[in-house]
């Protein structure tokens, strides 16, 4: 592949650095203005992140930070070694915020103030020699990096690090990211290879550091760090953590064959590596996280774009083991998933990265937050049975206020604060749209500025219209739009309705090139009819199940709209879906209606399984009709059933 | 329901006290004197056993008995709380195969001899006012009771109480019953309601200690034992544990309506639960433990008798929830679940009982042990995908030597080596045969010893011949042949070929009554043909699929017979099964032949879900001739793939 060398000023989570070999580079200063992601991030400005502080405060975490700093007395408030990642990943998620809000022009006084408060208690926190972790200097774990199992220091630091740099990115601070670079010095007199002379040769079991570094690398040039994350990555697989498949540590990235292991400190490593391919244009890790990625992608993706199979160590599964109630798929997981697609759609310039990003981010990532923005799911389900969770059931698939273990809110608070980031791209020969939401996206071609502003009422309406507000004057440059992998059906148009005839279709790419005047506006237009999906026959869980779909959005029929329960619903696949606006329901969304049927369970003594001859397989009861909601808004309303994919008979 | 009073000497591990109300009492000194159970208690007897002295010393078991008691210098060997369990489980299994050794006069003296060691040690381990647990003593767990939701101290002492019975009932010996008594006389001391003047009033979250406690009333006659039972088994549900499902403490027992939480807890405390009711004849209990058994029976139960569907938490899931390649099914858990049935079998005389122990004995059971006796599952899931276990999948269902947590191992042992008592009993009228198997079987009628023996080649031929040894002269009594609820065709006849005509069928009971001469044989043909199975629609995990069982066995196909793997076989139903004795396999057993094929899995590029329109399914490819074998023989040849339930399409 070609890459390019492009110049980089992006303010989002990824800037690249200046011998970055990379096909795609991150669009400069994109903006979201309206529509469902901006609405979405009004809620996540207005109400997930101001509430930060008050909940790191009662839950601890502040405390800690004090506790270290030896301002208090007490105890270490809290159950894990990685409860200083809460704090960062806010103060993340702020910084990001202060950018949005720097160039909204609004009131960025209140937020800066909490976000310098907080700096100063990381600051006064670390120690002489740049060490911060307030789980063992508050005594709660013993002996620095003697646990790197489970120990999660350089976890710590690798969130400190990403916080730091966004915090200079959007407001140019040095504060934080001084505390980093301590912090990340000091992880780099300590750590290095055998020979290096550096007393430990090892890594932390839980990856983050290594992208972090990366990043850190881009932001002050300093190759140190970009060879630490390298040395990290590649120390993993070679026995330090025992060949533990949970520590990443059972075989060497280079040579994997699919992604395995705890989902998030998977998915973080090949973060990390795709940060490492671009930055050093090494082709064998480029193939290995490419590699990764369509195994996931191919066998280890619930339909939400949920990753992570089971409960039990938080891990992936086997190919195609893809159980729906029992579907771990951590928000987080989600999360660390748009984060390498991202590095990779940008390594390689090809769509399905983005058509990834897309699905896991209206699905999987999305339900993570309420809608009120006031509560979370830790994990995201497929299925939940009717009165399962009044029953008692697993509450970590119930809306919570926060979490013993919050690694999830602030997580989800940094993504939305830097969605625009995800976007859209420039080549330098063009602009890339990779995600449709209202906008304004820049990019370069001859060297010059480009400047589209995007219009649409996506995902509720398939039209979306770009239209040209700076170019060159007379340097032809390509427009290219991602046609989504969902979409069977599309036009593209100038304003005035003729279709696009130089349109070129690649790879999940429109493409037209062609010399662009201001004001010119092209219209693309997406079906979003609701169809039916099904499985690869591997996916033994949803075998005789369709699910619903409708532009990016998976669909779920929920209890709280089928009072009887959802245990016994038949969907009737004959039966077209029709869609149906329901600006009255869950904030505003496009319903899908379906007919189907309530079985009446077979009639069994005490035993469920029967001959295969002439079973009572029950009977199908009176037709009923099915409404189905975006997976996004589930449990917004009761705590009763859920389910994605429906039984056919 | 009736009950009758009948007194009791059986030597199993059940055995009624004198006001017990029981329909059923077990049979008296039953034996299993050859065919299949014999050959699998002749390797636990010579492999099984006889290893475990060196196992509980390689894993330091031994040791913390000897630091306990002061004997030795050093720290606890293990991780668990809860590893004194391991050496009074084993020493349980010896002391029931002392008894069998007895009966068989085999020579007991090395046996016998290893048992007294070990009991040696335990007694010397035991503190001066009873207490005895080598975590705490030994300083690696801190307080005693001070962690009753993971010190796993009454847990212990339960298993010592029913090593302390068995060694007892099996040898008379009163060393170990009087340690044993020690301890529940501490337990006694400390634990009780508010009010009682007792310090502790709470219980231990793992139940065992109940079931145990009313046996040792039952070995002792003291009755502050059974009323401690029932003060632990009433003390859950009430918040003790914080509510905790997996503590148990959710519900009250007697309120609860459905089995829920750790596998093994719940069924350990049922067990306990029906030896209450047993004893006391309380109908609250006895319905609420009845109850509970068909919550379970009817959706909690794998088709191989396993129960608990989750990994995480080893507990049960949902009702209907039961997945294939994520059951948990522990080994432990279906020797519960047999305890818990048995009891049941005895205080209802309801066939059903039994129909369930059946079946887990011979599947989720025996699959435990491998066919050497020397090897052994934790874990025993329906569904192991190609390659799982080579590409560092979970070991947990992959047979081991010992485990690290290793209760499951000397739990097989003691099973096994008291398996006769499951196989029979008497109500005073007649004698009930509830599992068929070669041997000897004796009962009461007309205040009469009656007496009967029973020969078959068992599950892998149907006949089973029933001669009537003893009998009173001239008083009529009802002989009581369980009619397995997988039995579609059978025939009674008398030993010249001429049908029973007398024979009533009774919920699961062929019962004739009649007045019986010595040596009057009746012989019971099952047919063992094999047959498809489904489930009931709301198992979601296996819609689309079938499973072949054959008698009581359930069938499995295994990657050691079909090279190209399982991933993608699909069985066709419309093509007869064949059985195909094959003494060369697997110690010699009957296969099933079935047809089927290969699917050529869909070419997709990158993404398992298509349209439902004109989906690429893949292609059947040539036909394919499927083996399967029985399921309890699995894994004792390679670590491939393995499926219960088949695709039809």
Chains 1, 2 share one sequence.
Not at 465 to 484: F, G, H, I, K, Y
Request: glycine fraction near 10%; include cysteine.
């Amino acid at each position: 592949m070609s890459r390019t060398s492009p110049a980089t000023s992006a303010t989002g989570p990824v800037r690249f650095g200046s011998q970055a070999r990379a096909v795609l580079r991150p669009s400069v200063a994109p903006t979201v203005t309206a529509g469902f992601w901006h609405e979405r991030r009004r809620i996540n400005a207005r109400v997930g992140i101001p509430q930060g502080p008050r909940l790191l405060e009662s839950a601890g975490n502040l405390h800690n930070l004090r506790l270290a700093a030896g301002s208090v007395e007490g105890v270490f408030v809290g159950d894990y070694p990685f409860q200083d990642t809460d704090v960062y990943k806010w103060l993340e998620a702020a910084s990001w915020q202060l950018a949005q809000d720097a160039v909204a022009a609004g009131d960025t006084t209140s937020l800066a103030a909490e976000v310098d408060r907080i700096i100063a208690l990381v600051a006064a926190a670390q120690q002489e020699d740049g060490y911060l972790n307030t789980w063992f200097q508050s005594g709660k774990g013993e002996g620095r990096y003697s646990d790197l199992r489970w120990g999660h220091e350089l976890y710590c630091a690798g969130h400190l690090i990403q916080a730091a740099v966004a915090h200079h990115r959007a407001t140019g601070g040095e504060g934080l990211l001084d505390v980093a670079r301590r912090f990340a010095d000091h992880i780099d007199a300590m750590f290095g290879p055998e020979g290096s002379g550096k007393p430990l040769d090892t890594f932390d079991a839980h990856p983050e550091v290594e992208t972090a570094l990366a990043e850190l690398y881009r932001e002050t040039g300093d190759e140190r760090y970009l060879d630490l994350a390298a040395y990290f990555v590649d120390r993993h697989g070679h026995g330090a953590h025992g060949g533990e498949i949970y520590c990443q540590d059972r075989v060497p990235l280079r040579d994997a064959e699919t992604v395995e292991g705890h989902a998030v400190r998977q998915l973080y490593l090949l973060a990390g590596a795709a940060d490492l391919a671009t930055e050093t244009g090494e082709e064998a890790i480029a193939q290995a996280s490419a590699r990764l990625w369509h195994a996931m992608a191919a066998t280890k993706t619930h339909l939400t774009g949920g990753v992570g199979a089971h409960h039990d160590k938080e891990d992936f599964g086997d190919p195609f083991e893809l159980p729906n109630e029992r579907a771990y798929c951590e928000t987080c997981a989600a999360i660390a998933s748009i984060q390498f697609s991202w590095r990779m759609a940008l390594l390689t310039g090809q769509a399905r990265y983005s058509d990834l990003i897309e699905r896991t981010l209206f699905n999987g990532f999305l339900a993570g937050m309420s809608l009120d923005g006031e509560s979370w799911l830790y994990v995201n389900p497929l299925q939940v049975r009717d009165g399962y969770q009044d029953a008692g059931g697993d509450q970590s698939s119930r809306r919570t206020r926060w979490f013993r273990c919050a690694c999830c809110p602030p997580n989800v608070m940094r993504l939305l604060a830097s969605l625009e980031h995800y976007l859209a791209s420039t080549d330098g020969r063009g602009l890339q749209i990779h995600q449709y939401a209202t906008g304004r996206f820049q990019g370069e071609a001859a060297a010059s500025a480009i400047d589209v502003s995007v219009n649409t009422d996506y995902p509720w309406n398939g039209r979306i219209a770009v239209t040209v507000e700076r170019t060159p004057d007379d340097a032809p440059w390509t427009l290219s739009l991602r046609l989504p992998q969902w979409c069977a059906e599309y036009a593209l148009a100038h304003a005035d309705g003729t279709p696009v005839s130089e349109v070129v279709v690649d790879d999940g790419w429109l493409r037209v090139e062609r010399v662009w005047a201001p004001g010119d506006r092209i219209v693309l237009d997406l079906s979003l009819a609701p169809r039916l999906v099904v499985a690869d026959p591997r996916v033994d869980a949803v075998r005789g199940c369709v699910a619903i779909e409708g532009g990016p959005l998976v669909y779920c029929v929920e209890q709280a709209d089928h009072p009887g329960g959802l245990d016994d619903v038949v969907i009737d696949t004959t039966v077209p879906l029709t869609a149906k606006e329901r600006p009255d329901l869950l904030g505003g969304v496009t319903t899908v209606v379906a007919a189907g049927y309530r079985r009446t369970p077979p009639q069994v003594a005490w035993w469920p399984y029967q001959g295969h001859a002439a079973p009572d397989a029950g009977a199908l009861g009176a037709a009923l009709e099915l409404t189905a909601v975006p997976y996004y808004a589930w449990a917004n309303r009761t705590t009763g059933g859920m389910r994605v994919w429906l039984p056919t008979d």
